[in-house]
């Protein structure tokens, strides 16, 4: 029984996902602002949802709250 419980709040869970997206009412986690981390936080944004971004570098980071981009 608790395996049909967990089965059906996973699927509930998933179409809550669904719906959030749908409505870009979700919030993107980006771990890594690199080559490929940076641009695909930036497309999330521009597609309307929020975007958190989180890198180890704090040069870069400082770079990217001062609005400059490191990517040439």
């Known amino acids: 029984m608790n395996n049909l419980k967990s089965k ?4 509930v869970a998933i179409n809550k996902l669904r719906k959030r ?3 870009r009412d979700a919030c993107v986690a980006i771990i890594g602002l690199g ?12 597609e309307g949802f929020k975007v958190v971004g989180f ?3 704090k ?14």
């Open 21 to 23: 997206i749908k409505h």
């Open 8 to 11: 059906n709040l996973s699927g």
């Open 35 to 46: 080559y490929v981390g940076l641009p695909l936080t930036i497309r999330f944004f521009e």
């Open 59 to 72: 040069e870069k980071v400082d770079m990217l709250h001062s609005g400059k981009s490191y990517i040439k």
């Open 55 to 57: 890198d180890i570098d």
